[in-house]
T-cell receptor
Framework: AQRVTQPEKLLSVFKGAPVELKCNYS??????LFWYVQYSRQRLQLLLR??SRESIKGFTADLNKGETSFHLKKPFAQEEDSAMYYCALLYSGAGSYQLTFGKGTKLSVIP | DSGVTQTPKHLITATGQRVTLRCSPR?????VYWYQQSLDQGLQFLIQYYNGEERAKGNILERFSAQQFPDLHSELNLSSLELGDSALYFCASSVSSDPGNEQFFGPGTRLTVL
């Protein structure tokens, strides 16, 4: 079955330190991958998707099909990056699709 | 504020009961998605409606059903409730039927089954 794994429930880093939130997936086809973020007391929102290959709020994520990973990175963490981050996998087939989320990683940036 | 509204904010009910959760999408959005977020299962996609028609099903139980009305608001019906159905239920909306396009989430309805 298709699966998304975020191995860290909680990740704490100091302000200014690099951040890497890990996401591994299992899917044999061509997936679409996303990162969603939920800041405290705010709604879940899309952060970025791999097909757009853009940097949002300084975050980037590269799809590595060989390692089946889609890790989220930022060179210098900011306090406002503290939030819950979810990796999601979208795969289509037989006229429908499935959207699977990881269980999330809580990022805490220490001032 | 994404413009997606959900009512009620909180719902407390007993096992075996039936409840209805309501979602109003952003103006102009034709798709509505429903999600369940629980401590043990995480965030799970339940179902999508596009312009009144069911578009895709995820991990939705047979006890659960949804519909989208002509004014595009949607309702999620949960019946024969069990303790394990306690969760936060989100809806999201987007302009098109493509689930890969940006979805705008509502604040959620917190359901507690006692």
């Amino acid at each position: 079955a298709q699966r998304v794994t975020q191995p860290e429930k909680l990740l704490s880093v100091f302000k200014g330190a690099p951040v890497e939130l890990k996401c591994n997936y299992s899917y044999s086809g061509s997936p679409e991958l996303f990162w969603y973020v939920q800041y405290s007391r705010q709604r879940l929102q899309l952060l970025l998707r791999h097909i757009s290959r853009e940097s949002i709020k300084g975050f980037t994520a590269d799809l590595n099909k060989g390692e089946t990973s889609f890790h989220l990175k930022k060179p210098f963490a900011q306090e406002e990056d503290s939030a819950m981050y979810y990796c999601a996998l979208l795969y289509s087939g037989a006229g429908s699709y499935q959207l699977t989320f990881g269980k999330g990683t809580k990022l805490s940036v220490i001032p | 504020d994404s413009g997606v509204t959900q009512t009620p904010k909180h719902l407390i009910t007993a096992t075996g009961q039936r409840v209805t959760l309501r979602c109003s999408p952003r103006s102009g959005d034709l798709s509505v998605y429903w999600y369940q977020q629980s401590l043990d299962q995480g965030l799970q996609f339940l179902i999508q409606y596009y312009n009144g028609e069911e578009r895709a099903k995820g991990n939705i139980l047979e006890r659960f059903s949804a519909q989208q009305f002509p004014d595009l608001h949607s309702e999620l019906n949960l019946s024969s409730l069990e303790l394990g159905d306690s969760a936060l239920y989100f809806c999201a909306s987007s302009v098109s039927s493509d689930p890969g396009n940006e979805q705008f989430f509502g604040p959620g309805t917190r359901l507690t089954v006692l």
